[in-house]
């Protein structure tokens, strides 16, 4: 009974802690995404600098990593030549920085949940750019999943009572060009052996989204920040979105290192969803019956899509399985029939 009883206490204790770091995850996400809206939209905070907001967020991430893996050493550092390090490192951050700044942009011209319905495309980007790179393989059923979802984000595109053009090409941009990262990372990372968490990975990617943005921002916002002398820094408002940021990273580190992946996908769908009623109910963006039906097509072509990918995974693990216990089971024989050679050869002697 004690045994029986400690060992269900453990399941407990791993399931509330498995539900803790979603929560966590959802909290910091949906924070993030708000405050950055609040931060750059016109009628709000009023900054409209997305790269200038970047920027503040990465410079701060990369101080914040730099101290955790080389002063108090919290985090292991990973060991990268040079020759790695321009190669796969600084297009990785090339492609990160563009992503971020698209993003960011996109919430001074668009609602926060017309956004969050437009990026259920990413599983659509993701797929599209493995098979053009050649680490998906072309299957007729998923590309009739990923055609589902992109035409449940058009007809939510099409409800849209705020449709801003440029909004939505920045916003498709960051999709692409986030996805584009997803699918490098795999290329250039992972095929080399090299596993970066999120700490490690800002030490290496923060530091060259940096400087990447620095030029845009020179010719963009410089001159214009220049011109609005009533601007003074804010420590509190950028202090405080720096941290959440950075605090987003982590949780991404517990959320998959403790869970998976696919957990964080299904979080992310749950926050979704969340923003989407903060966004109507408490920013009072208009969300339209079409908005919903749309959105609620999409939704429907990314669950088929995570619970695709679930399946082709528990299939993996149980053919690993299978192989391991045949190889076990082939080496056991081997030990016998040892043994059984071994006593005849006694026998005989």
């Not at 599983?123 to 750019?129: E, H, L, M, N, Q």
């Not at 926050?271 to 109910?281: E, H, V, Y």
């Not at 749309?294 to 082709?312: D, M, R, W």
């Amino acid at each position: 009974m004690g045994k029986g009883g400690s060992l269900s206490d453990g399941v407990v204790k791993k399931i509330l802690l498995s539900y803790s770091y979603v929560a966590i995850w959802i909290f910091l996400s949906f924070t993030v995404i708000v405050y950055n809206k609040y931060i750059l939209d016109k009628k709000m905070y009023n900054w409209p600098f997305p790269i200038s907001l970047t920027m503040i967020h990465m410079s701060f991430c990369a101080t914040l990593a730099f101290l955790l893996i080389k002063v108090f050493k919290v985090v292991e550092p990973v060991s990268m030549s040079r020759e790695v390090f321009l190669s796969s490192v600084v297009p990785i951050g090339a492609l990160y920085s563009l992503s971020l700044w698209l993003s960011n942009s996109a919430y001074i011209y668009l609602s926060v949940s017309f956004i969050q319905m437009l990026k259920a495309l990413m599983p659509v980007a993701v797929y599209s750019i493995g098979v053009l790179f050649k680490k998906e393989g072309f299957k007729t059923d998923t590309m009739v999943n990923m055609l589902s979802i992109s035409f449940g984000v058009a007809i939510a595109a099409y409800g849209e009572a705020r449709f801003d053009t440029w909004g939505v090409i920045l916003q498709l941009g960051a999709v692409a060009f986030e996805a584009t990262r997803l699918v490098m990372i795999q290329i250039l990372l992972t095929s080399k052996g090299i596993t970066l968490n999120p700490i490690t990975s800002l030490y290496y990617v923060a530091p060259c989204c940096f400087v990447f943005l620095l030029v845009p921002w020179i010719f963009v916002e410089l001159p214009v920040l220049r011109e609005t002398s009533s601007f003074h820094f804010d420590f509190v408002i950028f202090g405080t979105n720096s941290v959440c940021a950075f605090a987003l990273n982590l949780a991404v580190f517990l959320l998959v290192g403790k869970t998976s992946a696919l957990t964080m996908n299904v979080a992310g769908v749950v926050k979704d969803w969340l923003l989407i009623a903060f966004s109507w109910s408490v920013i009072k963006d208009t969300v339209t019956p079409i908005n919903l039906f749309g959105y609620g097509l999409a939704f429907l072509g990314v669950g088929y899509y995570n619970h695709s990918k679930l399946q082709a995974l528990k299939a993996k693990e149980a053919q690993k399985k299978a192989a391991q216990a045949d190889e076990e089971a082939g080496r056991l024989l081997e030990e016998r029939e040892g043994e059984g050679n071994d006593k005849k050869s006694e026998s005989q002697g």
